[in-house]
């Protein structure tokens, strides 16, 4: 079965501080990890993603790490504001299918002044 | 990115009766997701509609229950039908543009 599993599930984090999101899948045939970032009321966005072959992603405050061999990724946001408060979503997409994504579960991030 | 509108942004049904979700992409794309996000849940796929054929459906998603319209590149429908209050969730249109995927901002559906 295709799974991503995301922790934690929330997250609180200090105005400048780093704000960290984990994630590990079981499936080998993922070629695409992207992270969705989603406030209330709104659809998931297009946050950062990053493929297989590239260990790490960076663009601007936020940061992909990528540990094909464990299976493992995460989300470093750096400098963390309180604008950042949302849910974050982690994905992969398998690589028979061109858009089809799988979601971990989610991390609410609150980010305190 | 491609801009994804979505009509209704929320509503809210009787149980028993049907609604159906238009999702509108202002360019022309292969493949269009409708997902469901349950309250406070993660996002999980329906089905993928295909222009020209019969839309694909995920392990658990039926036909009958979510049929879906894919008439043309740029404009899909999802209708949920012989709604229960357990189809109360986020139903979000989402398309595939080169690498990546993009989301509408959901449709709201509370079923009563």
């Known amino acids: 079965q295709q799974q991503v599993k995301q922790s934690p599930q929330s997250l609180i984090v200090q105005k400048g501080g780093i704000s960290i999101i984990n994630c590990a899948y079981e499936?080998?045939?993922?070629?695409?990890f992207p992270w969705y970032q989603q406030f209330p009321g709104k659809g998931p966005a297009l946050l950062i993603a990053i493929r297989p072959d590239v260990s790490e992603k960076k663009e601007g405050r936020f940061t992909i790490s990528f540990n094909k061999s464990a299976k493992q990724f995460s989300l470093h946001i750096m400098d963390s504001q309180p604008g950042d408060s949302a849910t974050y979503f982690c994905a992969a997409r398998p690589a028979s299918n061109t858009g089809k994504l799988i979601f971990g579960q989610g991390t609410t991030l609150q980010v305190k002044p | 990115s491609a801009v994804i509108s979505q009509k209704p942004s929320r509503d809210i049904c009787q149980r028993g009766t049907s609604l159906t979700i238009q999702c509108q992409v202002d360019?022309?794309?292969?493949?269009m997701f409708w997902y469901r996000q349950q309250p406070g849940q993660s996002l999980t796929l329906i089905a993928t509609?295909?222009?020209?054929?019969?839309?694909?459906?995920e392990s658990g998603f039926v036909i009958d229950k979510f049929p879906i319209s894919r008439p043309n590149l740029t404009f899909s429908t999802l209708t949920v039908s012989n709604m229960s209050p357990e189809d109360s969730s986020i139903y979000l249109c989402?398309?595939?543009?080169?690498?990546?995927?993009?989301f509408g901002q959901g449709t709201r559906l509370t079923v009563v």
């Open positions: 509609a295909n222009q020209g054929s019969e839309a694909t459906y």
């Open positions: 360019s022309q794309v292969t493949m």
């Open positions: 989402s398309v595939g543009q080169h690498t990546e995927a993009f």
């Open positions: 499936n080998t045939a993922f070629d695409y």
